[in-house]
């Protein structure tokens, strides 16, 4: 039985730019279909919603307590962020992405909730001619739905639009945290400038004060309330990512099923209030507490599960000699990472220590693309996107290398192995110091590069030699991590 590469092949010749393609006449694209006319559109209903949110916040809660409600807001906003960023720390988003979502949260979907839950509640008073029932309804059934689907919907965006960002359960959680920051950030602002105008009203002051009282709740107690709900949602996107390019039911029903959830989790929130005088307590301590600690500690595992993932996968490319035998394991160590920045910034710079930190995520990308593609889920242009990560690695290499080699010798706990029996199928991948099949072989025959790839060479180092400490390690064997080859696939 005839067996074939589980990576897709290279295509045998790509149309040149203006010719015909496939029997036809290559069109121009429409004007909306530019990139530019998408970012000003998107960027243009960001700033309008942003400019109507503070409108009808300001409306609310009067200039004064707009300020006040602003100047306490954003204190739990830095901590959120960064925590979140911590956690994408092993294979960082790009920045744009998260500017996105969380301006999507403080405005576009902070917009929608006001008018929605507004509109819903004034509806459901009238039809009903019962204020209270319709306060509650509104606070326990339809805030819960809107506020969840409108973060929801800037993480359906990354999702489609932004997929090479979003591989996994950690990018679910980031964007999602992210967003439902926004969000509580815009509703701060609204619930602090309000409690500031009933003390303004009734004269109270110090810690009896209403102002006191919902920010201990909001901002004491619950800065995480918002961002765990949306992370439900979240996990649902993060899951269905890491799911096959043919798996469409699972692909739409995990994100159905993480919405439903942090809908269902928000409605149990706003409703403790309802639940006599401890509810408010019990509901924090049953569920709220355990459920933080729960998705906390995933997070931090699934994270944990990526550095090993860089270890096991880059010895591949170590042994077609694309990159070093110190870097799987100073790449698969957050303080190895932190080690060589260091080094490169000491030595050489703020560029240099700029340039080891987009070494450090070009690499992780790789070892990422590479577990999808031995799992069945590289996709078609996995060839493509291998090569560039690899371009962007070589591009790099004389100032990496060092630093990397040097966190290792400060963190390795054993002496650096040599991954010469390594070899990679369906990459760039053949034994160390073996003869290349012929210039720029890709690992599939009869389709060469377009530009011949370098062999690993000795490089020049940067640094100064005198710099690395004389350090001895003992002598025992470095633990080998076994190599699976890719199975073959059965047409």
Known sequence: M??????????????????????????HAHWW????VRYGALITLLFLSGLVILALVREQTGTEGFLVGLGLAVLPVPLL????RWLDRVEPGPWRNLVFTFAWGACAAALIAIVANSFAVRWIATATADPAHADTLGATVIAPVVEESAKAAAILLVFLFRRRDFTGIVDGVVIAGITATGFAFTENILYLGNAFGTDQLTGDGGIASVTVATFFVRVVMSPFAHPLFTVLTGLGFGIAALSGERQRVRRVVLPLCGLFLAMLMHALWNGSATFGDWGFFAVYGAFMVPAFGVLTWLVVWTRQRELGTVRDELPAYTAAGWIGPAEPYALGSMRARRLARQYARRHLGRPAARAVAQYEAYATSLAFLRHRGRHGRGGTDFVVRERELLNELWRRREVARPALEHASRLTAPAPLPVYGAYGMHGGYGYPMGA????????????????????SYTPYASPYPQASYPQTSYPQTPYPQTPYTQPAPHQP
């Open 435 to 454: 003869a290349h099949p012929q210039p720029g072989y890709y690992g599939y025959p009869g389709h060469p590069s377009p530009q011949p790839q370098a």
């Open 81 to 84: 962020i960064a925590a979140f």
């Open 2 to 27: 005839a067996t074939s590469s589980p990576f897709p092949p290279l295509p045998p010749h790509p149309p040149q730019p203006g010719g015909p393609a496939g029997g036809g006449v290559l069109r």
């Open 33 to 36: 279909q530019h990139k530019w």
